[in-house]
């Protein structure tokens, strides 16, 4: 049985992730929104990153952004955690 995202926890989500292992370098991750019928945010960040601390700023990725309404797509990229919507 199919079950879908938006009738878990988030606690039930996070299980069901997966981690992203991915080599140093440029990206462009393109985030849709397929079928949430409300505006949704995301946050992809390095393992043991904190935003409270200035040196992950620097030294960890951090890609974060929102306004994606039902059928909106956006490209974020950077390099080093220095991330903007294209």
Same mark, same amino acid.
């Not at 049985?1 to 990206?27: E, F, H, N």
């Not at 030294?59 to 903007?84: E, N, V």
């Given at each position: 049985?199919?079950?879908?995202? !938006? #009738?878990? @926890?988030?606690? =039930?989500?996070? *299980? !069901? *992730?997966?981690? %992203? #292992?991915?080599?140093?370098? @440029? /990206?462009? @991750?393109?985030?849709? +929104?397929? +079928? *949430?019928? /409300?505006?949704?945010? &995301? ?5 043991? /990153?904190?935003? &409270? +601390? ?9 890609? @974060?952004?929102?306004?994606? =309404? ?5 490209? /974020? *990229?950077? %390099?080093?955690?220095? &991330? !903007?919507?294209?």
């Amino acid at each position: 049985m199919v079950t879908s995202l !938006k #009738m878990l @926890s988030g606690a =039930d989500r996070l *299980a !069901k *992730a997966r981690p %992203l #292992m991915l080599k140093p370098g @440029s /990206y462009i @991750s393109r985030v849709t +929104n397929k +079928n *949430a019928p /409300y505006t949704l945010g &995301f946050w992809l960040l390095s393992e043991g /990153y904190s935003p &409270f +601390n200035p040196i992950h700023k620097l030294s960890k990725t951090s890609i @974060s952004g929102g306004g994606l =309404d039902l059928g909106t797509t956006r490209d /974020y *990229a950077g %390099l080093r955690g220095r &991330f !903007k919507s294209r």
